[in-house]
């Protein structure tokens, strides 16, 4: 639906538009407006914002300057306890590796070791030690 709409960035039921003059933007804006006119759909005043510097779109805060996850997303995904089956360790991933680039111990082949240690599970427990679950 918003296909060739290349300053839109629609994830689910958020979409960001993101411009860097004010002026490009109030087109961008109504463009993607016009858009989603057309298709039937309609927006909640109370969740939308225009012509913010920053804002927060994906568990991320997104600012001109810097991209960072936001800090209790990101403290939530490092407090998480050490999983203890192989359904906790899917939750785990499913969170970090969502921010992988902005965890400074999550690479991307965290998800590929786990998974091979997870294939040495008894009794849909996951056999890991603290050790290996310094990448988290």
């Known amino acids: 639906m918003l296909d060739g709409l290349d300053f839109c960035i629609p994830y689910l ?8 003059k004010k002026e490009e933007h ?5 463009k993607a407006l ?5 298709h039937g759909l309609k927006l909640n005043p109370a969740k939308c914002g225009s012509g913010k510097s920053s804002v927060a779109f994906l568990e991320c ?3 001109p300057s810097e991209m960072k996850p936001l800090s209790q997303k990101n403290q939530a995904i490092s407090d998480f306890p050490k ?4 359904t906790e360790l899917r939750r ?7 921010l992988p680039s902005f965890h400074s111990k999550c690479s991307p ?4 070791r786990a998974t ?20 988290l």
């Open 13 to 20: 039921d958020d979409i960001l538009i993101a411009t860097s």
């Open 26 to 30: 109030k087109w961008h804006l109504n």
């Open 34 to 38: 016009d858009r989603l006119r057309k």
């Open 61 to 63: 805060l997104i600012a």
């Open 83 to 86: 999983p203890g089956t192989i």
């Open 92 to 98: 785990i991933f499913g969170k970090a590796l969502f």
């Open 109 to 112: 082949n965290s998800l590929t």
């Open 116 to 135: 091979k240690r997870l294939q040495k599970t008894i009794n849909n427990r996951f056999l890991g030690t603290i050790a290996q679950h310094k990448y």
